[in-house]
């Protein structure tokens, strides 16, 4: 159980796969106690809960998971049951980009709702931070030679990245009229043991194995670049932030926006070149055909990128470079194949 001296987060998404590697991070790092939000009803499991609690045998008393859809907002008895929490991470949304263009209402829906209720419950539960977990994606495309700056404008291309700037916008709204302590961290494109297979790194790994054809988003002209972020260094800003940063409270005239932050991976590779990284990383002929994702996915960005020197000058370094933090997620997964 918590102690008197110990921090209560309240972390949602906590079986998704950015949340299951903040929760872990926060167990080896503190001795927090985490009360953890699921519906099981997207793409969270238990089986990531379980893998980062097999890391030591004392974690399962520091870590209650609670149940529930946060479309719905938190039933009252649910809310004591809960209680007040000193950071409230919301890291949980829907994320897939495909199946928001494919059927984008009640994608869009579920995650505004979500962070309504989430807000809801902190007006009412006054952490010390709340903290919403967002994207790159908000920003829309990034021009060659151009990385965004924290309160870039904001120009989605896709319902999931308009899903995303919807909770941002309300999440500053809360920061406004009810004095919520927000924090807004925008993310780079994530990777790490335990991703979905639907994404890029985990597909790519699975058909390189079996010898197959990986499909690469781009043309002969043009193929899309990122900058990857282990999710282990994701959730070290995280835990960075909640540390170091005392969010900025509205003074009209004076603070009229909340604290945000950019955390950003430190290479920014094209889709090829990671294939090919990791081919060779595995040992094996990477085999791919280009794929032009303008005609499948509508509003395809080629390029995300941000500025992340307003974290590095607070202090803030990513603890494992991106080869390194590649090399230990495809051996962790070559060794753990139930995930692909």
Not at 41 to 62: C, F, Q, S
Not at 228 to 242: I, T
Not at 296 to 301: E, F, K, L, W
Request: aromatic content about 10%; charged content about 25%; overall charge neutral.
């Amino acid at each position: 159980m918590a102690t008197k001296m110990s921090k209560r987060v309240l972390l949602t998404g906590i079986s998704g796969f950015a949340g299951s590697h903040i929760l872990e991070h926060i167990l080896v790092n503190t001795d927090w106690h985490v009360v953890g939000i699921a519906s099981w009803k997207h793409k969270g499991t238990p089986e990531r809960i379980e893998e980062v609690l097999k890391g030591d045998p004392l974690w399962r008393g520091r870590v209650e998971i609670i149940t529930h859809d946060l479309e719905s907002p938190i039933p009252p008895r649910t809310m004591i049951r809960i209680g007040r929490c000193d950071y409230i991470l919301n890291v949980a949304s829907d994320s897939h980009v495909d199946r928001s263009i494919e059927d984008p209402v009640p994608f869009v829906q579920n995650n505004v709702n979500l962070v309504l209720n989430m807000l809801e419950f902190a007006r009412a539960y006054k952490p010390d931070v709340f903290l919403q977990f967002s994207t790159d994606e908000v920003y829309g495309v990034a021009p060659d030679g151009v990385n965004h700056k924290e309160w870039s404008s904001i120009v989605p291309s896709n319902p999931y990245s308009a899903s995303k700037a919807c909770q941002e916008a309300i999440a500053i709204s809360y920061w406004r009229t009810y004095g919520v302590p927000v924090i807004i961290t925008n993310t780079m494109n994530l990777c790490g043991p335990m991703q979905d297979a639907e994404k890029f790194m985990a597909k790519t790994i699975r058909l390189v194995q079996k010898g197959e054809t990986v499909p690469v988003h781009g043309t002969p002209e043009r193929i899309g670049s990122r900058f990857y972020l282990h999710a282990r260094n994701m959730a070290d800003a995280v835990l960075f932030l909640l540390k170091t940063v005392t969010p900025r409270k509205y003074e009209d005239g004076i603070e009229i926006q909340p604290d945000r932050f950019n955390i950003v991976g430190d290479t920014e590779l094209n889709n090829l070149e990671v294939a090919q990284m990791m081919a060779k990383m595995m040992g094996k002929e990477l085999k791919y055909e280009l794929v032009d994702w303008h005609t499948t996915r509508p509003g395809h960005d080629f390029r995300y990128s941000l500025d992340g020197k307003k974290l590095r000058d607070l202090g803030w370094k990513a603890p494992v470079d991106f080869e390194t933090s590649l090399r230990t997620y495809i051996q962790w997964t070559l060794a753990h194949r139930e995930w692909l």
